[in-house]
C-alpha cells in the first residue's frame, strides 16, 4: 500500500467512523484511541468471530478477570522486573524515543529489540541517528530500560499497590487453582479471555498499531508436555509461509513455503502444539480477510525469545510495506504456574492419577528445628520449606557435609545432618504435575487495522473515482442498507419497513434516505457494506405481482431484482457464505 492511500485510509477511518484519537476536545492524548460506530462493530465482531474459532469450535472456557491486580502478581509473573522497552530521551527537546525503533526506522538491522542495551548505544552513534522532533544528534545519550506497566493504588490510605495489566493472560494464571476444578482436574484444558490490557508506550505510533491501551484475545491451554498431542491431522495440510530464525539471520535468507505437517517433519516448528495453532490461525485470518500474500509467521530470534519460551513465532502482516506482529504463538512450557506457586500460598499443581499404583523413591526431609530456630532465627521456618523443595528437585545436593538454600536472596548453608534427609520407598496413586501452557495472543486493534487496510480498493464506477472497503460480511459492521430510490410515494415507508423486518431477522442493517442514490451507494461503499436493497417504483407498483427490489453488491456494484418475501434468507445466505451473489444472479437470469 502506498504511503497516499495509507493517509486517505487513515482519513476514511476518521471521516467514517472506525477509529479517532481520544479526548480530542482537549488536544488528544497520544496513545489512545476511541473507536467510532463503525469500528466498535467491526471490532466486536472479529472478536465473536476469535471467539467462535478459539474458544467454541476448540472446546475451552471464556473468562473475565479484572483489568488491575495487585503488585505481587507482577512479582511473581516477572513484569516488575522484566517488561521493560529501550529508551532514549533528547538531550534538547526532553522527548523520548524507542531507541530501537529508531535503529529500525533509520538503517537496514531488523528486530532491534533483540540487541543489547550497550550494542544499541554503539548503533545510534555509528549511524549518526537523530531525535526525529527536533534533529539533535543522540550519540553519547545513554539507553536505559523503562518499565511499561501503568502504576495505581488499590483503596485509600495505606493502599495496596497495583498495576494495570500489561496483558490478559496473568488473569488466566492466578485464577488457575479454581479454573482447573471447573475443568474436573483433567487435563488439557483451555481458558480464553478478551479484555483491555495497557502498556505505557515510550512512543506510540502507527495509528492504532501501537497504542497504550488495548485489546487483547488471548489463550492459555494447559497440557500434560508427556501425554497431550495436538490434533495435528486437522491442520497438517495448511499452506503457511514460514520465516525462520535461520533464514533471517542468513544473508541469502528467504521464506519457507511449506505445510504445518511438513514443517513438524522437519524440524522448522519444533513444537507440535505450536504448530497445531499456526494452522488454526492461519485458516483464521484468511477467514476474516487478512490478504494471505502480506502474511508471515515470523520466529522469533534467539535474543527476543522470552527466557521461558521454548519456541515462538509471530504472525506478521505487511502493511505500507513494513511488517507488525498480529499474534505471539508461544510455548511457555511451566513458567508462569510455578512462579504463582513459588509467590503465592495456593497449588499450581494438578493432581495426575496413575492407570497402576506405583512403588516410587522419595526423598524427604524432617529438618531438626531446634538446631535451625537458634541458627537462623525467624528465617528457621522458610529454611526449612526451602529443603524441602530442594530435596524433592535436587536430591544429590545432600549428598556432601552439608546442604545450601536460598531464601529471599540469602543463602544458607546447613549441615545435612541436621535436615532428617531421607529416601525411602512409598506407594502412590498419582503424581502433582505443574502443567505447561501453549499460548496464541493475538491483538485484537491490530487485527481491526490489518483487515481494514488489507480490504481498502480503489476503483472507477461510471466514470467516478471510488474507494470502497472488501470486507468479508462476517466482520462487516453493517451487513445491508436499505434505501428508498426517493423519499416520496411511498418508498420511503415501505423502505423503513423492510429495514425493520431484516433487523428482526438478525441482520445488521442501516437506513439512508438523504442525497442521490450514487452517493448513499458510496457511503456505504467506503464503510464496507456488502449489500444495499433499494426501494423503487417498481416495488411499491407490483401490484398483485411478487413485490421485488433491487439488491447491489459492493465489490462489483452488480445488481439483481429480489422477491421482499424471500429477502432475509437471502441476504442471510449472502451473509454465511451459504450462496454467492453469482449464484444469485444466474438464478434470476433463468427465471
Known sequence: MSEAISEALVELAKRRGFFFQSSGAYGGVSGFYTYGPQGASL??????????RF????????IDAPTVMPEPVFEASGHLDGFDDMLVECPECAESHRADHLIEDNTDIEEAESIPLSEVEDLIAEHDLVCPDCGTELAGE?????NLMFETNIGPGTSQPGYLRPETAQGIFVEFPRLKEYARN????????????????ISPRNSIIRVREFTQAELEHFIDPEEDEPPLSRVEDVEVRLYPAAEQEADDGDYVETTVGEAVAEGIVTSDWVAYYLGVGQRWYDRIGVDMDRFRFRQHLSGERAHYAADCWDAEAEIDGDWFELTGFAYRSDYDLSKHGEHSDESFTLFKQYDEPKTVERATVDPDMSYLGPEFGGAAGDVADALERKAERDRSAFDGDEVTVEVDGDEHAVPVEQTGFAVEEVTEAGEHITPHVVEPSFGVDRVVYTVIAHAYREDEVDGEARSYLELDPEVAPTVVGVFPLMDKDGMDDRARELAAELREAGLEVTYDDSGAIGRRYRRQDEVGTPFCVTVDYETVEDGDGAETVTVRERDSTAQVRVPTDDLAETLTALRDGDRTFDELTAAADAD
Not at 43 to 52: I, P, T
Not at 55 to 62: P, T
Not at 142 to 146: I, N, R
Open 186 to 201: 483433567q487435563l488439557p484444558f483451555g481458558v480464553t479471555q478478551v479484555g483491555r490490557a495497557y502498556r505505557n508506550e
Open 142 to 146: 545513554p539507553v536505559e530500560d523503562f
Open 55 to 62: 474458544a467454541v469450535k476448540e472446546g475451552h472456557m471464556e
Open 43 to 52: 471490532k466486536e465482531n472479529v472478536e465473536d468471530a476469535w471467539r467462535d
